[in-house]
């Protein structure tokens, strides 16, 4: 399977009336908006030449692979292709050249990104081959039900403040709420997901800013595995994994009462807690400023209609576009200019008590650090998350057995 079934078919070809046409192919993983929230529709409206055909492989971990299998062929690939945060270190450190440099391409402004975005898509000799599109500031979600009935504040303010400034006191936060918690339900969903929400608040997680691997004993590996065990020994968590059915089902049974929300995390939240969560849920500013999830477009240096591809992924990622995309798909722009638009600034939820989302996750991406990012982010990350602290979490094994665990999976993995 090709990441983009037919794309050499794909081209410069006549409509009904003999006019040359330009069909832009864009390559995805998940979903991104764009096709949704109308964008492909207004660009071809405002270009009556070009057609945009999308083609999407649900799941990165399938997606990239065979972008690496392409890159190195040459071939089969769209004409924009999207690049995973955990991925693109890699991408631009061993096979930028692989890409068109954005940073000079017509209406790019290196100052409309977060400095800290525009830095991940970058290679050693200074050439951009992503533009950044969104980015994944950490809130907390939480069922003011529940907290109501286990005796916690359930004013957004009040809740942000049980636990600002550390993910230590998020805990003692659960302690209190398992103290009164209602019959059947736990403070958060799983201790990979608090992982997950920790360790990307750290600048240096896996590897330090010059490259060198940080995964065996760097602090922010060991705080936020040793938070995240901690939560699963005293029985805070659901013991779930997330994105799997159990836990798509925990949200329609309200079986806890907390998970660490990035923005993308609204719509899945909403759709699997369904119209009884409506007015139930909602977001609180998190412990600490950290960025999960995020991705970047780019162009391929072997696509086949290169020029009209960076036009189009420019135009896509300019701040008003991400603006839109934000009004009406959540992802929060990597662009700070769309901060200051209404359809950022004003944002309300009204499925999660008309929380004022704009102003949460926007505080929250201002104060990110600048995130170092090595050649192996994901497979390190899946190690922790996939493999040890489901040893810790579900078998009940030892935070010593489940670490071993999870180095001998990057020790496989990694090749240093």
């Known amino acids: 399977m090709s990441l983009l079934d037919g794309c050499a078919k794909d081209g410069d070809d006549g409509d009904s009336r003999g006019a040359r046409r330009t069909t832009i192919t864009v390559g995805t993983f ?4 764009y096709k949704q929230a109308g964008l492909y529709t207004e660009y071809e409206r405002l270009h009556p030449g070009v057609t945009i055909k999308e083609s999407v492989i649900d799941r990165n971990e399938a997606y990239y692979p065979q972008l690496l299998t392409h890159l190195a062929a040459g071939s089969g690939l769209a004409d924009i292709q999207a690049m995973e945060v955990a991925n693109v270190h890699e991408l631009a450190t061993a096979r930028g050249d692989l890409f068109e440099d954005l940073s000079r391409a017509k209406g790019v402004h290196r100052g409309d990104w977060l400095s800290w975005k525009w830095a991940q898509a970058t290679t050693p000799d200074g050439r951009t081959i992503g533009l950044g599109t969104d980015i994944g ?3 907390v979600c939480y069922r003011k039900d529940l907290f109501q009935r286990a005796g916690l504040p359930t004013d957004r303010e009040a809740v942000g403040r049980l636990w600002a400034g550390d993910w230590r006191r998020y805990l003692e936060a659960g302690r209190a709420y398992r103290r009164r918690a209602p019959a059947g339900t736990v403070f958060t969903d799983s201790a990979a997901g608090l992982y997950n929400a920790a360790v990307h608040g750290y600048p240096e997680r896996y590897y330090d800013r010059e490259g060198r691997p940080r995964y065996r004993n760097g602090p922010a590996v060991r705080a936020s595995w040793d938070l995240a065990t901690r939560a699963a020994r005293d029985g805070l968590t659901a013991r779930l994994k997330q994105f799997e059915k159990p836990w798509d089902q925990a949200y329609a049974n309200g079986r806890f009462a907390t998970v660490a929300c990035p923005p993308w995390m609204l719509g899945y939240i909403k759709e699997k807690s369904g119209p009884a969560g409506r007015g139930q849920w909602d977001v609180a500013a998190a412990p600490r400023p950290a960025n999960w999830g995020g991705s970047f477009i780019g162009v391929p240096r072997a696509a086949r209609h290169r ?16 603006a839109k995309l934000f009004e009406r798909q959540a992802g929060i722009p990597s662009t700070p200019a769309s901060y200051a638009m209404p359809e950022v600034r004003d944002a309300r939820n009204p499925y999660f008590g008309d929380a004022p989302i704009g102003r949460i996750f926007t505080e929250a991406a201002r104060h990110v650090p600048t995130l170092f990012f090595g050649p192996r982010e994901q497979q390190i990350g899946l190690a922790f998350t996939e493999v040890g602290i489901p040893q810790v979490e579900q078998q009940g094994r030892s935070p010593r057995d489940g670490w071993r665990a999870a180095q001998r999976e990057i020790e496989n993995a990694v090749d240093e």
Do not use: S, Y
């Open 30 to 33: 998940g979903v991104f908006g």
């Open 137 to 139: 500031p950490i809130a």
């Open 307 to 322: 020029a009209a591809a960076i036009e189009l992924a420019v135009w896509l990622t300019a701040p008003a576009q991400q």
